[in-house]
């Protein structure tokens, strides 16, 4: 098949470096069709386009406003006879780019919803000795964004574990903490870039990985599956179309989050806004039901460890059921060979 791959460093593009659906050609100049992700190329050749939100394709990132307002244009551009294909991650990422969209049917389809895939190498069967809350409790987080990713939220979890007198030892992966910032007792504050294989030790050693995310991710959800690693997540965007809630993690929900139909674009019109939103929610007390909620979660996993267990079972038969590599990889190829 003659198609050109534009590789980036992505955990949705991963799975085209380890489990390729077919040898893609090295110079784009002799190609045919390209497969591109969250980008739209100007050249005239076919086109495979992968996304996560569909006004990222607009070319911007972080002014929402003129995302927004690129509706119209990217409406027309995606209507063009060389965009062939689109390829949605989840259910819930195709609705909310229908809804941009205005439901058009010829864009509704050419969306293709193939699911993002694991890494088979990195994947952990479950472990009935790795499957105990016996003494202190290992909660992880990694991300950057301090206010995006929710890192204020993880800080309040950590005063009510303290407050509640639970043993936990909370290790925090964020570069991006402000310097006035007071770190709870029982955090652990990583603020070096970390490697990859530091990265899966982490995984390793924790009981629980703790996500009060606000903004979208999508590596650490892939990363808990492939490592057999229980998530509290909240529940944003698409997530739930991943993790299946009170089996292969916990979702809760959030009284804010970035894309919110009504605010996006229109009541935070860029990613400050949106930060400085963020923060004035917090500071108001606006997100401490939710942090009750996740510690709540917490100790319903230390009170009842037969839930941790299954969990952890469910997680290891559901990823290889719904994400093996070879799912995604087989689907590709048959969407290759439609062009």
């Known amino acids: 098949m003659n198609i050109y791959l534009h590789k980036i460093k992505h955990k949705l593009w991963e799975s085209y470096k380890y489990n390729p659906p077919i040898k893609y050609k090295k110079i784009k100049f002799f190609t045919e069709t390209e497969h591109t992700f969250n980008v739209i190329t100007d050249s005239k050749k076919k086109k495979i386009i992968e996304f996560e939100q569909i006004l990222l394709l607009s070319g911007q990132s972080l002014n929402y406003e003129l995302m927004l307002n690129s509706k119209a244009s990217l409406i027309e551009r995606l209507r063009c006879v060389d965009i062939r294909f689109l390829i949605s991650p989840t259910n819930i990422a195709k609705e909310n780019a229908l809804h941009y969209l ?49 890192v204020p939220i993880c800080f309040r979890i950590a005063e009510i574990l303290n ?27 990583l603020n070096s870039k970390i490697s990859e294989n530091f990265k899966y030790e982490l995984y390793d050693w924790c009981h629980l990985f703790i996500f009060p995310v606000v903004q ?5 959800y892939l990363e808990c599956l492939e490592t057999n690693t229980p998530i509290i997540s909240t529940n944003i965007y698409d997530k739930k179309d991943i993790i299946t809630n009170n089996k292969t993690g916990v979702l809760i929900d959030t009284p804010l989050q970035l894309y919110e139909y009504k605010n996006f674009g229109i009541k935070w019109k860029n990613w400050n806004e949106f930060q400085e939103i963020f923060n004035d929610n917090f500071l108001s007390g606006v997100f401490e039901n939710v942090s009750n909620k996740f510690v709540e979660k917490i100790e319903n996993f230390l009170n009842n460890p037969f839930l941790f267990k299954n969990m952890k079972k ?3 038969h559901e990823t290889i059921e719904r994400f093996h590599p070879n799912i995604k990889k087989n689907a590709l190829i048959d969407l290759y060979k439609k062009i």
């Open 102 to 150: 205005e439901n058009d049917k010829l864009i509704s389809d050419k969306i293709k919803i193939i699911y993002p895939s694991i890494n088979e190498n990195r994947f952990k069967v479950f472990d009935e000795r790795k499957s105990n809350l016996n003494g202190r409790i290992k909660l992880l987080f990694i991300g950057q964004k301090f206010y995006g990713k929710g």
């Open 314 to 316: 469910n997680i290891s």
């Open 163 to 189: 407050k509640k007198k639970i043993d936990f030892h909370f290790k925090l992966v964020c570069r991006d903490i402000p310097k006035n910032i007071k770190v709870p007792k029982n955090v652990e504050i």
């Open 216 to 220: 979208d991710s999508f590596g650490v």
